[in-house]
């Protein structure tokens, strides 16, 4: 059952009782692409890129993931069961055939659906992807490592430390745009130049601190899921599924590297690295060559 929210916000209750709560950008007649938000986000970060897909004849289905934003929490959910999730909505929604979109931590949802139906998929769109916890990734910073380390194998210290470093940049917009202002050095240059434009970096921030609406459970569990190891076996991923990979080789949050590991375990894809691009510059600079392969069928 779905039931309206607002003018272009939608609830689809699963099985379960669960409500996945998902916006629709881009052109409301166009193909249908799922959107999955990175982390920690939520279902506005679609809205990045609603005029260029409007332009290109893109639907885009931005879905918040369990704990999110608005979706109620799905206690030990894995990654694996999103795929379930999306089919239930794609049933919902009467759409047969779709294309699915992911940014970052979406990855791996992303390639398990491509694992789970790849009957039902036109293509696989991935964006700067962020790497497993078992991935072999040069480059990943050592925060980030031992966060992935602790999250995988001690989950109730790393709850711990998570409410510790990340609550302060998520908590509150204010919060939030004084932890990018006084971190610029973390990110890439072309990201640091992005945030300079203050509609921009509002935008970004509005979409984050969306992501614990309903507190930080579902944003915690993910974390450590993403330390785990995905249970997705790439390899197995059908060769005539299309799966394009994007990633900006200068990422300094998700690394270049991460891309190049799922290039190597998936049978076929093709991918468009784009030089001294940042985890946040590839979508901004690059939308219309993104959305252009999106709509190539």
Known sequence: ???????????????DSRNLVYDIYGDMDGFPYFYFHGYPCSRLEARCIHEEATEKNIKLISIDRPGFGLSDFQKNRTIIDWSKDILSLSEELNIQKFGIVSYSAGAPYALACGYRFPEKLV??????ALGGGDF????????HKAAFRVAGHLPYIYRCIFWWSTIRRIKGKSAAKRY??????????????LFQNSDILNQLIEIQCESCRQGMKGVIHE????????GVDLSSISSNLKIHIWHGTADLIAPVTASKEIERMLPKCTTHYKENEGHYSLIFNHNEEILDAMGSL
């Open 123 to 128: 293509k696989v769109v991935i964006l700067a």
């Open 180 to 193: 990018y202002r006084s971190n610029l050095s973390n990110f890439a240059l072309k990201d640091q130049e």
């Open 136 to 143: 072999q990734q040069p480059g990943l910073k050592n925060d």
């Open 1 to 15: 059952m779905i039931t309206e929210q607002k003018r272009l916000q939608n609830v689809c209750i699963l099985e």
């Open 223 to 230: 974390a450590i899921l993403l330390g785990k190891p995905w």
